[in-house]
């Protein structure tokens, strides 16, 4: 067999391989490489029905009783068989819970929300600058003139559970992780984005290079992965209405920090420093549980008839207003 005819064979072989490694079945892809720290490949899965912020009623309340945690995860299950449509934060009715998958089972933790700092587990205020931009982008989310003035999310652009922090929604809270000696991807069911936090380099890329994933690099720290991820896109990070942040710019900086609190469980944590945003730094904490998966392709552009929809629903609005005024 001639030189040429063994590489190209050799080049065949490496591709299939990687096809199998990032394919549903990835979950069973070999260790690390280096064998010496912990193994977190496998489908993850965030949904919980521990609130981002804390509810009002808990108040100073940082970790629920073994008792009460029972009883909140009987009222989660019951909202899970809810016939009726859940709240909207517009005027129009969303989808009913059979079509959410919004977590009956609070944090192994048992805390009382995932942020964990400020103490009062609430988002710290914005900026003034930043209230007033959100101020400006709801409105014209409310009113659209093109597709530019909705959010990111709706725009199949990027959401916010694939942009650390990693928060879970009400559906889709899937992540597959790879890993090796060198990088660990983390595969996105929402909407199907691919982060590499690179372990090779310990530093970030130029300052003029923005991604909308911003740029991760890690680093091991004893059995904790810590991520540090910045080089985030300047302006346009607005998500709408899909809950959490108000969205990202270029000096969002986000630390996180995975550990495996048992075999089945992944701690995930985070901090938060956006200047431009927020008033101060803010920290959260998620358990993730480990799932057989697989993760299927979220063709958000695909099936992106609301983006038509919402354009056309701006126009009728527009049209009716002169005759609701007389």
């Given at each position: 067999?001639?030189?040429?005819?063994?590489?190209?064979?050799?080049?065949?072989?490496?591709?299939?391989?990687?096809?199998?490694?990032?394919?549903?079945?990835?979950?069973?892809?070999?260790?690390?490489?280096?064998?010496?720290?912990?193994?977190?490949?496998?489908?993850?899965?965030?949904?919980?029905?521990?609130?981002?912020?804390?509810p009002?009623q808990?108040?100073?309340?940082?970790?629920?009783?073994?008792?009460?945690?029972?009883?909140?995860?009987?009222?989660?299950?019951?909202?899970r068989?809810?016939?009726?449509?859940?709240?909207?934060?517009?005027?129009?009715?969303?989808?009913?819970?059979?079509?959410?998958?919004?977590?009956?089972?609070?944090?192994?933790?048992?805390?009382?929300?995932?942020?964990?700092?400020?103490?009062d587990?609430?988002?710290?205020?914005?900026?003034?600058?930043?209230?007033?931009?959100?101020?400006?982008?709801?409105?014209?989310?409310?009113?659209?003139?093109?597709?530019?003035?909705?959010?990111?999310?709706?725009?199949?652009?990027?959401?916010?559970?694939?942009?650390?922090?990693?928060?879970?929604?009400?559906?889709?809270?899937?992540?597959?992780?790879?890993?090796?000696?060198?990088?660990?991807?983390?595969?996105?069911?929402?909407?199907?984005?691919?982060?590499?936090?690179?372990?090779?380099?310990?530093?970030?890329?130029?300052?003029?290079?923005?991604?909308?994933?911003?740029?991760?690099?890690?680093?091991?720290?004893?059995?904790?992965?810590?991520?540090?991820?910045?080089?985030?896109?300047?302006?346009?990070?607005?998500?709408?209405?899909?809950?959490?942040?108000?969205?990202?710019?270029?000096?969002?900086?986000?630390?996180?920090?995975?550990?495996?609190?048992?075999?089945?469980?992944l701690?995930?944590?985070?901090?938060?420093?956006?200047?431009?945003?927020?008033?101060?730094?803010?920290?959260?904490e998620?358990?993730?549980?480990?799932?057989?998966?697989?993760?299927?392709?979220?063709?958000?552009?695909?099936?992106?008839?609301?983006?038509?929809?919402?354009?056309?629903?701006?126009?009728?609005?527009?049209r009716?207003?002169?005759?609701?005024?007389?």
């Amino acid at each position: 067999m001639t030189h040429w005819r063994r590489r190209r064979i050799g080049t065949l072989a490496l591709a299939l391989t990687a096809i199998c490694f990032v394919g549903p079945g990835a979950a069973q892809s070999p260790a690390p490489a280096s064998g010496q720290h912990p193994d977190f490949q496998g489908i993850w899965n965030s949904a919980t029905a521990t609130p981002l912020e804390r509810p009002a009623q808990l108040k100073d309340k940082e970790f629920f009783t073994p008792e009460e945690a029972m009883d909140w995860e009987r009222r989660a299950a019951a909202r899970r068989q809810d016939p009726k449509p859940e709240a909207a934060a517009r005027t129009f009715a969303s989808y009913n819970a059979l079509f959410y998958e919004t977590g009956t089972k609070l944090l192994k933790t048992l805390r009382t929300s995932i942020i964990t700092d400020p103490p009062d587990g609430k988002i710290p205020a914005l900026t003034p600058p930043a209230a007033a931009e959100k101020r400006r982008r709801m409105e014209l989310l409310n009113h659209p003139q093109g597709a530019e003035d909705l959010g990111l999310q709706d725009q199949c652009i990027i959401f916010p559970t694939a942009v650390a922090p990693m928060r879970p929604y009400i559906y889709n809270s899937n992540y597959q992780i790879i890993q090796t000696a060198h990088e660990v991807m983390i595969n996105v069911e929402m909407a199907h984005d691919t982060r590499i936090i690179r372990l090779d380099r310990d530093s970030h890329l130029a300052p003029n290079v923005r991604l909308w994933l911003g740029d991760s690099i890690g680093r091991w720290e004893a059995d904790t992965l810590v991520v540090d991820t910045a080089n985030f896109n300047d302006g346009g990070g607005f998500f709408g209405e899909a809950g959490g942040m108000f969205g990202s710019d270029k000096n969002l900086h986000v630390v996180e920090r995975f550990s495996l609190l048992d075999a089945d469980t992944l701690l995930y944590r985070f901090e938060v420093d956006d200047p431009t945003a927020f008033v101060r730094p803010w920290k959260g904490e998620l358990t993730l549980s480990r799932s057989d998966g697989p993760i299927f392709e979220y063709a958000c552009h695909e099936g992106n008839y609301a983006l038509i929809d919402l354009l056309n629903g701006a126009r009728v609005a527009e049209r009716s207003e002169p005759a609701a005024k007389e």
